[in-house]
């Protein structure tokens, strides 16, 4: 006749002692990361909806006589790949190129089938996570500790935008400590941004340039996808 809880620890009253339960802080964690994701735009997001004829076949020179297509190609299947063979730990990816190449498609399509596997994934762009981290910090949120936590924590992370972002020691230490953290613990994130390598170097300190080249990086080439979405309309 003795109760019969799901957790043992607590009793399910959520604290042992004057402490929050991990079970608790687990239940919690998982709210704020449905809530961090809540706009994840995956809904007509998917690999089958990448089209490679937006890709110019012809060889560039900047590109070692390769073609803007051939090496989309080569990252779409990376991509696809790193999806449905997901697990922990694994590496993460960055993901370096222009505004319009299909960062943000890929990185997407990946977080749709990861999650779709049972893992748990975040998605934002920097500045909108930087946001609510301060918020959260100056007291505007209302758990302390959730945002930041979650990022450090979910089995995927994917943050999109980075450098368009305020550029400030805050926000950099913030990220700093998130890829760091994540790294530590083999816990893979995928970073896009419009920067160049070089550009990263120049805006960001040593530890976060290393840490961030450290990951598998695909470099996008090509023409801006929306704009030729736009002249077809």
């Not at 919690?28 to 007509?44: D, F, T, Y």
Request: overall charge negative; hydrophobic content about 30%; some cysteine.
């Amino acid at each position: 006749l003795d109760p019969i809880y799901t957790c043992e620890k607590c009793g399910d009253t959520g604290r042992v002692g004057s402490v929050r339960c991990e079970c608790f802080n687990a239940v919690i964690k998982q709210i704020a990361g449905k809530k961090l994701s809540e706009q994840m735009p995956v809904g007509l997001i998917s690999f089958d909806t990448f089209d490679m004829k937006y890709y110019s076949d012809t060889p560039r020179t900047e590109l070692k006589g390769k073609s803007a297509k051939f090496i989309m190609q080569q990252n779409f299947d990376y991509c696809k790949n790193y999806a449905e063979d997901f697990h922990l730990p694994c590496d993460g990816i960055f993901m370096i190129g222009g505004t319009g190449l299909g960062k943000t498609h890929l990185s997407l399509s990946i977080a749709k089938v990861v999650s779709e596997k049972g893992f748990s994934v975040v998605y934002g762009s920097v500045p909108d996570l930087i946001r609510k981290i301060k918020d959260e910090s100056f007291g505007q949120s209302d758990e302390e500790g959730e945002v930041l936590e979650t990022l450090k924590e979910c089995d995927l992370l994917v943050l999109d935008d980075l450098g368009a972002e305020h550029d400030s020691k805050y926000n950099t230490s913030n990220l700093y400590e998130i890829i760091n953290s994540r790294i530590n613990n083999k816990k893979p994130t995928i970073v896009s941004t419009n920067f160049s390598t070089s550009e990263i170097r120049d805006r960001y300190n040593d530890r976060i340039a290393s840490r961030l080249l450290s990951m598998k990086c695909l470099v996008f080439s090509g023409d801006d996808i929306r704009m030729a979405l736009k002249q077809n309309k």
